[in-house]
C-alpha cells in the first residue's frame, strides 16, 4: 500500500531553518510527482509547488519561492521542503502530496497524502 | 490563477439527509481535447490529512463509498453526498489541476 510518511512536529525560532521529509514507499518513487501544500492553523488549503522526481527540478508557487526549497533523495525514495529564515506566519502543518495519473511525473489530482508536519515559529 | 469558489462554506445536514456542495472556477477547467474536467474533490476530517473524493469532477477514487458522487462540467461542479453518515462531518474542498498552478476552493464544513 502507497504510504508517505512525514517527518515529526518542529519548533524553532525566528529566523531558523526547518527541513521537512517525506518517505515514499510501496511505489516507484521517481514515476510520480510531489507536491507540497501548506495549511496555516484554522485555514484551508494553499499549494506550494511541486518537484518532478524523475529529474529533480522544482516548480515554486507565487510566494514560495526563495526561503522554501524542494529536494529529493531517490537512493532512498525521500522528498524534503526546507525552509529558511523562518517567520511566525510559516507556522502551519506542511503536506507532501503524490500526484496521481498514470505515472507521468506530472501534475493531477493528489492521490496520497503525507501525515503531516506541524512546524511552529515562535521566539 | 484560477480562483475556485465553494458554497455554502459550512451545512448542517441531519443523518441519512442529502449534503450538497458546489464549486464554480473562475474559467474553464474542461480540455477539450480529452473531454475531461479537471477537478478533485477531498474530504478532510480533524486533525487529518485531506483524502481523495473524485477526480476527473466524477470518478470516484477507490475505496470511496458510492454515497459520493460529483457532476458538472466547465465551470460549476457539485459534490452530492446521498445519504449522510456520521463519519461523513469533515470539511471538503474541491481543487482544479488544469493549470500549472493548482488551486483549492476554500472548504465547505459538513456537519450533522
Known amino acids: 500500500q502507497v504510504q508517505l510518511v512525514q517527518s515529526g512536529s518542529e519548533l524553532k525560532k525566528p529566523g531558523a531553518s526547518v527541513k521537512v521529509s517525506c518517505k515514499a514507499s510501496e511505489y516507484t518513487f521517481t514515476s510520480y510527482a510531489m507536491n507540497w501544500v501548506r495549511q496555516a492553523p484554522g485555514q484551508g488549503l494553499e499549494w506550494m509547488g511541486w518537484i518532478n522526481t524523475n529529474t529533480g527540478n522544482p516548480t515554486y508557487a507565487q510566494g514560495f519561492a526563495g526561503r522554501f526549497v524542494f529536494s529529493l533523495d531517490t537512493s532512498v525514495s525521500t522528498a524534503y521542503l526546507q525552509i529558511s529564515s523562518l517567520k511566525a506566519e510559516d507556522t502551519a502543518v506542511y503536506y507532501c502530496?503524490?500526484?496521481?495519473?498514470?505515472?507521468?511525473?506530472?501534475?493531477?489530482?493528489?492521490?496520497?497524502w503525507g501525515q503531516g508536519t506541524l512546524v511552529t515559529v515562535s521566539s | 490563477d484560477i480562483v475556485m469558489s465553494q458554497s455554502p462554506d459550512s451545512l448542517a445536514v441531519s443523518l441519512g439527509e442529502r449534503a450538497t456542495i458546489t464549486c464554480k472556477s473562475s474559467?474553464?477547467?474542461?480540455?477539450?481535447?480529452?473531454?475531461?474536467?479537471?477537478l478533485a474533490w477531498y474530504q478532510q476530517k480533524s486533525g487529518q490529512p485531506p483524502k481523495l473524493l473524485i477526480y476527473w469532477a466524477s470518478t470516484r477514487e477507490s475505496g470511496v463509498p458510492d454515497r459520493f458522487s460529483g457532476s458538472g462540467s466547465g465551470t460549476d461542479f457539485t459534490l452530492t453526498i446521498s445519504s449522510l453518515q456520521a463519519e461523513d462531518v469533515a470539511v471538503y474542498y474541491c481543487q482544479q489541476y488544469y493549470t500549472r498552478v493548482p488551486t483549492f476552493g476554500q472548504g465547505t464544513r459538513v456537519e450533522i
Open positions: 474559467r474553464s477547467v474542461l480540455y477539450s481535447r480529452n473531454n475531461q474536467n479537471y
Open positions: 502530496a503524490r500526484a496521481g495519473g498514470s505515472g507521468t511525473n506530472d501534475l493531477y489530482y493528489f492521490d496520497y
